[in-house]
């Protein structure tokens, strides 16, 4: 497939980081189209004069303020962008619209915070990190998904603690999740104060060595006095490096209003969005960085603890602007991959030989990736394809499916699908716990998918084009 050929390309000259996951982020989908739809009548245009420029921006702007992006950072957005859009050098640019879409990303970037903030971990040990929000807004998944994140990137030692005394099993809540993820967690004292178990946690982590103290606290249905006096006490006495906000992006313009206010009452040192993988309409956190002047850190990608990423400005503007995240992409495809598979399966591919091992190994690593959805989200250009693959309803379990029958196959039957007779049908169906049925669609599947890449091989199919023949058979 186009997809993994171009992806081990990519590892072969990509240097592996430390990028966490791969996000869906769907939130920006309508954006994204919107300004894909601008961006190409631009781009075809063989040169751009001021009037094409202006309503080009008019465009941008309509497209920002329906993505629920706050009035005043469209204002400025647009402001900031369009002395360079109708400056000459666009005008008499050979590729304006091109032009045109370098001086947007630009200024994305520069509005979603510009570089990766990472978190600060500068102070003396036991250092607290206190999340607040909302109530239901993702505190305490968020204290353990940061937590893993802080261990394994920093190989600290972390202490988490409930300071939610109010809602029924809030910290038992906490401590079930941590005991999951192997993390430590305060032992619960019934009826204890809020202040007096972060006294106690103090202490705690004093004796056992802790470097980090997380603490997860109560949330509200919505900003009271009470609540704030609480938590403004809580920062007294925990005097934490960290002061973040939790704030849901599914709740948009709100959960900017709610970051402005938490920033007068505790002052905030840096935000996290959660539910980030929701279909919300994207306008937080394109708002938040300038409003509130915090940056987001961390953004959280569904409800799994590993659903969690560093934010990063640079990667987000490409996606918002269908530019595709290749170099999430290649973080990703060289964490998992092993290279030198990759290379012999490539070629493999070359000589149009194609095995049930090749295929074995591109169902792993396709669903390394997050599965289908995760790799096309991935790339650029290819909402087209995606939407294709969305009608034609491929299924993911399909992969797993499909990998057990391969299990079940000796080597040689891998190497050789054709030896594969009646009675060695049989024998895979039972391995693999399907029936014949399955196994035939899925010869079938792999004889359509080496012709495939047969084509491929000899250079007869653009990359990214998948034919509707696979995608039926896919079904
Ligand atoms: N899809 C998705 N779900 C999330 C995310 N973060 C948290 N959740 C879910 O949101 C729900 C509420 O999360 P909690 O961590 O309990 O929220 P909280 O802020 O601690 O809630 P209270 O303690 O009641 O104030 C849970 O079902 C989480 O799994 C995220 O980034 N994406
Ligand atoms: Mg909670």
């Known amino acids: 497939m186009p997809l993994e050929i171009k992806g081990s390309t990519l590892v072969s000259e990509g240097s592996p980081t430390s990028a966490i996951g791969v996000g869906k982020i769907k939130m920006f989908e309508n954006l994204t189209n919107k300004l894909e739809g601008i961006f190409s009548k631009l781009k075809k245009a063989p040169s751009l004069n001021k009037a094409q420029v202006e309503t080009g921006l008019k465009e941008i702007r309509q497209a920002l303020l329906s993505a629920d992006v706050a009035l005043p950072v469209v204002k400025k957005f647009i402001e900031d962008i369009k002395p360079k859009a109708i400056g000459q050098e666009i005008i008499r640019s050979t590729s304006p619209g091109q032009m045109l879409v370098k001086i947007v990303y630009d200024q994305l970037v520069e509005v979603l915070g510009g570089k990766v903030e990472n978190i600060d971990l500068k102070a003396v040990s036991p250092a607290s990190i206190l999340l607040v929000g909302l109530q239901g807004s993702g505190k305490t998944t968020t204290a353990v998904k940061l937590a893993k ?11 988490l603690v409930s300071l939610d005394v109010y809602r029924p099993a809030a910290q038992e809540q906490l401590r ?14 019934k009826d204890q104060l809020p202040i007096d178990i972060a006294k106690r946690a103090n202490n705690a982590a ?7 103290i997380v603490f ?17 006490n809580i920062k007294a ?13 599914l709740t948009g313009q709100i959960a900017v209003k709610l970051a402005s206010e938490f920033d007068k009452a505790v002052e905030l040192t840096s935000i996290i969005l959660t539910r980030v993988d929701g279909d919300g309409r994207g306008g937080a956190a394109l708002s938040m960085k300038q409003t509130t002047g915090k940056p987001i850190k961390f953004i959280g990608v569904g409800e799994k603890i590993n659903d969690f ?12 602007l269908g530019m595709g995240d290749i170099v999430s992409l290649v973080e990703k495809a060289s964490q998992d991959l092993d290279e030198e598979k990759i290379k012999a399966a490539e070629e493999n591919l070359k000589k149009g030989a194609f095995t049930f091992e090749d295929y074995l190994m591109q169902i792993r690593q396709m669903k390394k990736m997050g599965g289908m959805e995760g790799v096309l989200s991935l790339l650029p250009g290819v909402g087209k394809v995606k939407e294709k693959m969305q009608n034609a309803n491929v ?11 391969i299990l079940s196959m000796t080597k040689k039957e891998r190497q050789n699908p054709e030896i594969i007779s009646g009675s060695r049908r049989k024998r895979i169906s039972l391995g693999s716990g399907t029936d014949v049925q399955t196994i035939n669609r899925l010869l079938k599947q792999f004889k359509m998918m080496s012709k495939m890449m047969k084509k491929m091989s000899k250079g007869n199919m653009p990359e990214g084009k998948i034919p509707d023949e696979l995608l039926n058979n896919l079904k």
């Open 395 to 405: 299924d993911e379990k399909l992969l797993s499916a499909n990998e057990a029958i």
């Open 149 to 159: 994140n802080i261990e394994k990137n920093f190989k600290k030692k972390i202490l």
């Open 309 to 320: 990423e560093p934010f990063h400005p640079d990667r987000l503007a490409n996606r918002i």
């Open 206 to 212: 004093n004796l056992s060595g802790s470097d980090i």
């Open 237 to 249: 006495e925990t005097n934490p490096v960290e002061t973040i906000l939790v704030a849901d992006s």
């Open 176 to 189: 079930i999740l941590c005991e999951k993820n192997n993390l430590n967690v305060l032992p619960i004292i």
């Open 216 to 232: 997860d606290t109560a949330g509200r249905t919505q900003i009271d006095l009470n609540m704030m006096t609480e938590i403004k």
